[in-house]
């Protein structure tokens, strides 16, 4: 069973980044469709940014300008690089794919793959 393995995450203050790894388990990353979802505590689980194959690109409103997602089809993985960090980004947040691209959607639904989660904090 293929799963999302991720690193990055950790506490920054508002106004701070952070950067995001997310490779799968079976080293064909560049295979997937992928995704970033997170969850605060109390709500639900979100889509933040999806990624296709061939790089086309959906964001949240309320990432946009701040989140990019990339990947590196070379180096297997995929990034989420978080800029302007505000203390409502705080949540955990996980890497998923799937092998169906989806372009212009954020549901988590859509994925077959995650990883454990890795938690953002961001403080004021």
């Known amino acids: 069973q293929v799963h999302m393995v991720e690193s990055g995450g950790g506490s920054v203050q508002a106004g701070g980044s952070l950067r995001f790894s997310c490779a799968a388990s079976d080293s064909s990353t560049s295979n997937y469709y992928i995704g970033w979802f997170r969850q605060a505590p109390g709500k639900e689980r979100e889509g933040v940014a999806t990624?296709?194959?061939?790089?086309?690109?959906t964001y949240a409103d309320s990432v946009k300008g701040r989140f990019t997602i990339s990947r590196d089809n070379v180096e297997n993985n995929v990034y989420l690089q978080m800029n302007s960090l505000k203390p409502e980004d705080t949540a955990m947040y996980y890497c998923?794919?799937?092998?169906?691209?989806?372009?212009?959607?954020?549901?988590?639904?859509?994925?077959?793959?995650w990883g454990q989660g890795t938690q953002v904090t961001v403080s004021s």
């Open positions: 998923a794919a799937d092998r169906w691209n989806r372009w212009g959607r954020l549901d988590a639904r859509d994925f077959g793959y």
């Open positions: 990624i296709t194959y061939d790089g086309r690109t």
